[in-house]
């Protein structure tokens, strides 16, 4: 069930019927890739435990649907490596290393003829967790909760084909492997470039 529901989702996303626009207005597809820096935020300032931002991955493909001259409708379809790292009395020095299959929905408002903000949410489904200690990893994805739904919210500049973002994501569902010790969410900064394979239609007079 965690990985069928994000693939009916983007199937469905996917499907030509959803993206059907004006006949002057073509959808741009392309691949994105970039880095995330993430880590948790707290419920509480905990004495005992101390989360620092960690290096993650993150790429997959993204459509960009216009829908008027200044707004565009972008969903994407990633692969999102989250987590932290921290020190805590009950794990010591840990690493935790989330991975999930993202999608991201996004509306962005031209500012200008490069620039763009954008906010939206993004549906995480999780693939695979992980804790690093100083001598062994165990796999703790049966421990964190299945989904996490997110806000972001970012800016990008973009040519005819080369995309740049800055994002922000806040998480809003507890990810603690310990929820009875601890709460803590999800959020990241997140830098991208993405290359669209398609040129954007000449607009609408």
Not at 33 to 55: C, H, M, Q, W
Not at 152 to 181: C, E, L, M, N
Request: with cysteine; proline share 4%; charged share 20%.
């Amino acid at each position: 069930m965690r990985k069928l529901l994000p693939a009916l989702v983007a199937v469905w996303l996917c499907c030509p019927s959803v993206f059907a626009q004006h006949k002057k207005e073509k959808a741009s597809f392309g691949f994105k890739a970039g880095v995330n820096i993430s880590s948790f935020r707290t419920a509480i300032d905990y004495s005992d435990f101390e989360p620092t931002p960690k290096l993650g991955q993150v790429f997959g493909a993204f459509v960009q649907i216009p829908l008027s001259s200044r707004f565009i409708l972008q969903p994407e379809f990633l692969y999102s490596q989250m987590g932290s790292m921290a020190k805590s009395t009950l794990w010591g020095d840990v690493t935790f290393r989330y991975n999930y299959f993202s999608i991201p929905v996004l509306l962005k408002y031209k500012i200008g003829k490069i620039f763009s903000a954008s906010a939206g949410f993004e549906a995480n489904n999780l693939v695979r967790a992980r804790q690093k200690q100083t001598t062994k990893t165990t796999t703790i994805t049966n421990d964190i909760k299945d989904f996490d739904f997110a806000y972001t919210a970012g800016i990008a500049t973009a040519g005819k084909t080369w995309t740049f973002d800055i994002r922000y994501i806040h998480g809003s569902q507890d990810v603690s492997p310990a929820p009875a010790t601890t709460t803590f969410f999800n959020q990241a900064v997140q830098l991208t470039v993405g290359y669209k394979l398609a040129k954007k239609a000449a607009k609408t007079k």
